[in-house]
């Protein structure tokens, strides 16, 4: 049974640029959520993803979106990256949409710095 | 919405000794509350959870107590070990909100030899 995996695992952004970052759920899940953490705090919720529909969105703007595939793999886009961007992107999956089991596996992130 | 609240920041304890940290939710829908460890470079690793339903769990070294009354929840490790060094995060959720989760701020917990 694989993990989550997640690429690139460091990146390097100037302000104003575009960020694509990519997710491959664990064997079985079918939801997708994910989740910024900025250095010494805990992880904050963005959105969350099943049968390629957003399912729930945290407190972000509009430039933070992604999608879901048939595979269930995932992308997070940041447009117009500002400084306050820089955080590890975390993604967690787990079986079930909005009813479902709650049991979060979480990947190793991808690190993110904006100059 | 919820705000979890975590203490302490940083904890150190002696080998063999026990560790308890502690958090508060502020909404009384929340009915999920994990516990994650997260070690350098990696990401948040479930250790335990508990459910509104249950007053505590156990699991080996490691047990959560749910007090919903008081809205507070503790995580309590007993004869801690140097590889029980991590940050630990507390978090909560509330049934029907596409299970997000709200996480404290974490506690680097240090195990000294």
């Known amino acids: 049974e694989t993990g989550v995996t997640q690429s690139p695992t460091h990146l390097i952004k100037t302000r104003g640029q575009q960020v694509t970052l990519r997710c491959s759920s664990q064997?079985?899940?079918?939801?997708v959520s994910w989740y910024q953490q900025a250095l010494g705090q805990g992880p904050q919720f963005i959105f969350q993803y099943y049968r390629e529909e957003e399912n729930g969105r945290g407190n972000f703007p509009p430039r933070f979106s992604g999608l879901q595939f048939p595979n269930y793999s995932s992308e997070l886009n940041v447009n117009a990256l500002e400084l306050d961007d820089s955080a590890l992107y975390l993604c967690a999956s787990s079986l079930g949409g909005s009813s479902g089991a709650n049991v979060l596996t979480f990947g190793a992130g991808s690190r993110l710095t904006v100059l | 919405g919820e705000n979890v609240e975590q203490h302490p920041s940083t904890l150190s304890v002696q080998e063999g000794d026990s560790a308890v940290i502690k958090c508060t939710y502020s909404d009384s829908a929340s009915n999920y509350f994990p516990w994650y460890k997260q070690e350098l470079g990696k990401g948040p690793q479930l250790i335990i959870d508990i459910r509104s339903n249950v007053g505590e769990k156990k699991d080996q070294r490691i047990a959560v107590t749910l007090n919903k009354t008081a809205k507070h929840f503790s995580l309590h490790i007993t004869e801690t070990q140097p590889e029980d060094s991590a940050v630990y995060f507390c978090?909560?959720?509330?049934?029907?909100?596409?299970?997000?989760?709200?996480f404290g701020s974490g506690t680097q917990l240090t195990v000294l030899p």
């Open positions: 064997s079985g899940h079918n939801t």
């Open positions: 978090a909560a959720s509330i049934k029907g909100s596409a299970r997000q989760l709200t």
